[in-house]
């Protein structure tokens, strides 16, 4: 499975218990959506593993997960640190006017002026709004995803408009 094939989920968090269970960290709007996908693909950068998922609970701070293949706490442990993803395919189509985060990322970002001020990198939570982590050959841009200040995104393009400065 390729990086382009894949959207990252979360990571390991290490081992849980003595047979072979996972901590998990989930990086999905509902944390035990994780659990839908029956084939989780667990590595790093073009070097990915595919495991079955077997079993899962939600604790107070993470998920934990059974996964068929591991039955050993040093082998999951051993897996600290690794991220979790899932085939771009197997995630339900974004509704209307709503992108999944690992869309977004790479696209261009270019202000009403025209001036391209880089390509988003990363969106964090705020908690009143995302905000897209743009970086360029201006430096790094921390723009609310709202209305007010995002305009159009084009996915075809790989481009998003905003409503943004180069002093802001």
Known sequence: MRDDDLVIMGFVRGAFGIRGWIKVHADTQHADSLFDYPVWWIGKEN???????????????????????????DVAEAMRGLKIAVPKAALPPAEEGEYYWSDLIGMDVINGEGVCLGKVVDLMET????????????????????????????TQLKRITVDWGLDY
């Open 127 to 154: 908690g009143a709004s995302d905000v897209l982590v743009v970086t360029g050959e201006h430096g790094q841009s921390l723009i609310p995803f709202v209305a007010a200040y995002v305009g159009e995104i084009n």
């Open 47 to 73: 070097d990915w593993k595919p495991f079955t998922f077997k079993d899962g609970a939600v604790q107070p701070k993470n998920l934990v997960a059974q996964l068929q293949e591991v039955d050993d706490r």
